[in-house]
Nanobody
């Protein structure tokens, strides 16, 4: 299973760091990433990291502001979010791929508001 945490309320321009740890019967994790969703909209891709070589992909909307990283030894992925904007407000979900399947965390709410 995946457990995400780190969400909360932050003012515009502020920062938050999300983390997501995988636990249980885990084979070698290939990819870990983040998506986000707001009410009435489809879940959208935010960032992903390939665990074996650290290759990252970021959505255009967060490039230069968000950074994804991973700790392979702890099966954990992080999302450092800087220069947050009100439009970043969403429920953030982590996901991971191992053993031929995708797994999703429960989501953590990020609210950017003054």
């Amino acid at each position: 299973q995946l457990q995400a945490c780190g969400g909360g309320l932050v003012q515009p321009g502020g920062s938050l760091r999300l983390s997501c740890a995988a636990s249980g019967s885990i084979a070698s994790i290939n990819i870990m990433g983040w998506y986000r969703q707001t009410p009435g909209k489809e879940r959208e891709f935010v960032a992903r990291v390939t665990t074996y070589d650290g290759t990252t992909n970021m959505a255009d909307s967060v490039k230069g502001r968000f950074t994804i990283s991973r700790d392979n030894a702890k099966n954990t992925v992080f999302l450092q979010m800087n220069s947050l904007k009100p439009e970043d407000t969403a429920v953030y979900y982590c996901n991971a791929h191992w053993g031929g399947s995708w797994y999703w965390g429960q989501g953590t709410l990020v609210t950017v508001s003054s």
